[in-house]
């Protein structure tokens, strides 16, 4: 290690020994005066009054909460996913090795696969902080995302943090926070005013340790741009950003709902179809720019802003971009498996393993299909005389009474709207239009060149997308107008 990460690491040393030093003052010195004064009040007093006594225990109860609540607490290592065989991985391995072997690091003892867009580092086991072994954790959306010259710059960059001495100075400022916490919500559960001091000493020590946080990040930074070039990483950074922000979408509007459905879609895949989706696109663009506009520093973020990070790399060497530079997803192998063990970890299921494989261009036909015809026949009676080019006319309200008997007008007319959107699509697949549903994009109904969204028709027309005239165009143009959604499907 040269002299500059050197003196920097010794920096950080020192702050951190600071911090958790000066918490414990404060609790051991509270707690100390706190028990003089309980046993001054009644050891000096021969008659103490009820005001005394109160106070003596009230004095005496804040030492000892104090005292249970910043003792250190030892923690059991919580495996964050799947645990990764080299033997059966060994182009990603190779990958760590030789990102190892550039940073002048260990390479880990275990790596984990994650079901986020994010990668992290850090130490377990040991005995007193010695020999602990070294844990990567990297998340499959994210290696979907990322080619194999930006996954490694990720690599780097978290090595980093191994170079820097963060995973060492981590945990004690991770567990010092932790006894704050802890701290502060037993004093604030008993009411107590010494609790002033540590909000006090919290707040200081919050903004302190992020600091010292976001330094190591732009410290790793400038390693993953030695190792992989700045350029590379850059773009590796915008694409983490705009994915991480969409990535719950896709979990809970996309992938939950066919596993629930009894299904087992291709997960890598959805998410790269999802972030290729326009609404999703255009979700990301504006997050990613949002976040390169906002030139305000937040102090109590872990990271640096998106701003500040590229600002930093453009600063150093872009390096070379490598002339192929092929998916990152080709260093894993038997990807079907390692999804379904990942989705089986997250939903604590075991079944999600034996669930059937379905393809993303199945989901609308075969995972939700049925369950919208069994909804419709429950439903459909009075929808059955309206026919679609009546369907921007109809009082919501009333027509949701008979779905949603209780409730406000507001979710009655939400009722009749999506019962309109499920009887308008099984009607119109009964007619021999197709479904489809891409992860990102509207449930969609198309025969040839008409295209339908059931599903959106009352927002299109709130939001001015879609008139009432332009609406019965499209029904007159489809050869649907003046057709009873009651009416039966014409048989072969």
Known sequence: ??????????????????????????????????????????????????????????????????????????????????????????????????????????????VYLLAEVNAWVSNRGGVLGLFPRRILAVGLPLIKILSQGQF???????????????????????????????????????????????????????????????????????????????????????????????????????????????????????????????????????????????????????????????????????????????????LLEEQDALEAELLSFITENPKIRKLPVLGWDEVGEKAFLPAWRERAKEIGAPFAPLRPEELPDVNLTTLGRTVEKKGSDAEARSAAMTSIGIVLTVWLRDRGWTVSMDPGERVTVTKGEHRIEPMHLYIDLAEGKLTRDAWRERCRSAGIEGKPLGEPAPTA
């Open 152 to 330: 490694r710059c990720v690599l780097a960059h978290e090595f980093g943090h191994y170079a820097g001495g963060d995973t060492r100075l981590g945990p004690w400022i991770y567990k010092t926070h932790a006894a704050i916490q802890r701290t502060l919500e037993m004093l604030e559960g008993n009411d107590s005013i010494w609790r002033f001091p540590f909000m006090a000493y919290g707040r200081l020590f919050t903004r302190m340790s992020l600091a010292v946080s976001q330094q190591q990040e732009l410290a790793a930074d400038a390693l993953a741009s030695r190792i992989g070039g700045g350029k590379l990483f850059a773009e590796a950074l915008r694409l983490i950003e705009g994915a991480g922000d969409a990535f719950p979408g896709y979990i809970g509007d996309e992938l939950l709902p066919v596993l629930n459905a009894g299904f087992r879609p291709p997960f890598s895949e959805g998410f790269q179809r999802f972030l290729s989706a326009k609404p999703v696109t255009r979700y990301v663009s504006r997050r990613v720019g949002h976040e390169l506009s906002t030139r305000k520093r937040d102090p109590f973020r872990t990271h640096p802003p998106l701003y500040e990070r590229l600002e930093s790399l453009a600063a150093l060497s872009p390096g070379v971009a490598p002339a192929v530079d092929p998916p990152a997803l080709e």
């Open 1 to 110: 290690m040269d002299a500059a990460p050197a003196s920097s690491l010794s920096r950080r040393a020192t702050l951190a020994l600071l911090l958790w030093a000066g918490f414990y003052l404060l609790a051991f010195g509270t707690a100390s005066g706190l028990s003089y004064a309980a046993w001054a009040l009644f050891t000096w007093t021969r008659d103490p009054s009820l005001f005394q006594i109160v106070v003596g225990i009230g004095c005496g109860l804040g030492s000892l909460i104090i005292l249970y609540s910043s003792f250190p607490r030892w923690e059991k290592f919580k495996v964050p996913g799947p645990r990764l065989d080299p033997r059966t991985h060994p182009r990603l391995f190779e990958e760590i090795r030789k990102v190892a072997r550039d940073t002048r690091q260990k390479p880990p003892s275990e």
